[in-house]
């Protein structure tokens, strides 16, 4: 199924193509990265679930278009070897990560950017269940709370290993909006944040004990 794809603004419109529980993988991150991301934006209320997890559905970066606002495309990295964070400048909503090259085609579409098929509907009829919950150890809130991981954690890797390899195979990176140019420089200049302010946002996930 294609579905919407575009920023709370509608500044950034555009698709993801051929999305199926079976063409990625459907997981949360409670990573203290992902969850410093989300206070990067200002948006980890609208981000974050309850225990500091965010929701991605990792896909091959060559079924993601953009038809309209391509140009407020924006990335940023957390530190100089950090991954390539996208959102969209006009209203600060995530897009998706991806690696720093092109070489690895994947990206990790962040739920908020994505249009169920209804309105109000939910995403899991398109995405599937939610296969794993990775980095627990960085959970919030009620972590008793967070469910048991529906596929085992190196399986996960596994499949995901295998997709990634498929999507190479195919040439998926030379077709993501996220580079462009035989080079396969980044669309956006990303913004690397100094020692300083990553340090301030992982106080702000972590805060030092009193």
Same mark, same amino acid.
């Given at each position: 199924?294609?579905?919407?794809?575009?920023?709370?603004?509608?500044?950034?419109?555009?698709?993801?193509?051929?999305?199926?529980?079976?063409?990625?993988?459907?997981? &949360?991150?409670?990573?203290?990265?992902?969850?410093?991301?989300?206070?990067?934006?200002?948006?980890?209320? +609208?981000?974050?679930?309850?225990?500091?997890?965010?929701?991605? *559905?990792?896909?091959? @970066?060559?079924? #993601?278009?953009?038809?309209?606002?391509?140009?407020?495309?924006?990335?940023?990295?957390? !530190?100089?070897?950090?991954?390539?964070?996208?959102?969209?400048?006009?209203?600060?909503?995530?897009?998706?990560?991806?690696?720093?090259?092109?070489?690895? @085609?994947?990206?990790? &579409? #962040?739920?908020?950017?994505?249009?169920? @098929?209804?309105?109000?509907?939910?995403?899991?009829?398109?995405?599937?269940?939610?296969?794993?919950?990775? *980095?627990?150890?960085?959970?919030?809130?009620?972590?008793?709370?967070?469910?048991?991981?529906?596929?085992?954690?190196?399986?996960? &890797?596994?499949? *995901?290993?295998?997709?990634? &390899?498929?999507?190479?195979?195919?040439? +998926?990176?030379?077709? !993501?909006?996220? *580079?462009?140019?035989?080079?396969?420089?980044?669309?956006?200049?990303?913004?690397?944040?100094?020692?300083?302010?990553?340090?301030?946002?992982?106080?702000?996930?972590?805060?030092?004990?009193?």
């Amino acid at each position: 199924m294609d579905l919407a794809l575009r920023c709370t603004c509608d500044s950034l419109r555009g698709v993801a193509r051929g999305v199926a529980a079976h063409s990625g993988n459907h997981v &949360v991150c409670y990573c203290r990265d992902c969850q410093a991301f989300a206070h990067f934006l200002g948006r980890a209320p +609208d981000i974050l679930d309850a225990q500091g997890g965010t929701e991605i *559905f990792q896909m091959s @970066p060559a079924r #993601i278009e953009i038809g309209a606002g391509a140009d407020r495309l924006a990335c940023m990295r957390l !530190s100089p070897r950090g991954l390539l964070r996208w959102y969209a400048s006009c209203c600060n909503t995530p897009i998706g990560n991806t690696l720093a090259t092109h070489k690895f @085609p994947f990206v990790g &579409v #962040i739920h908020l950017c994505l249009q169920a @098929p209804e309105a109000g509907g939910a995403l899991d009829p398109v995405l599937g269940p939610v296969r794993a919950r990775a *980095f627990r150890q960085f959970a919030g809130g009620e972590a008793a709370a967070i469910p048991p991981d529906r596929t085992p954690m190196p399986l996960l &890797v596994a499949r *995901f290993v295998a997709l990634m &390899v498929r999507w190479k195979l195919r040439g +998926d990176g030379a077709r !993501s909006v996220f *580079f462009r140019g035989p080079g396969g420089s980044p669309t956006a200049e990303p913004r690397v944040l100094s020692l300083a302010e990553r340090d301030e946002l992982r106080r702000i996930v972590s805060p030092p004990p009193a």
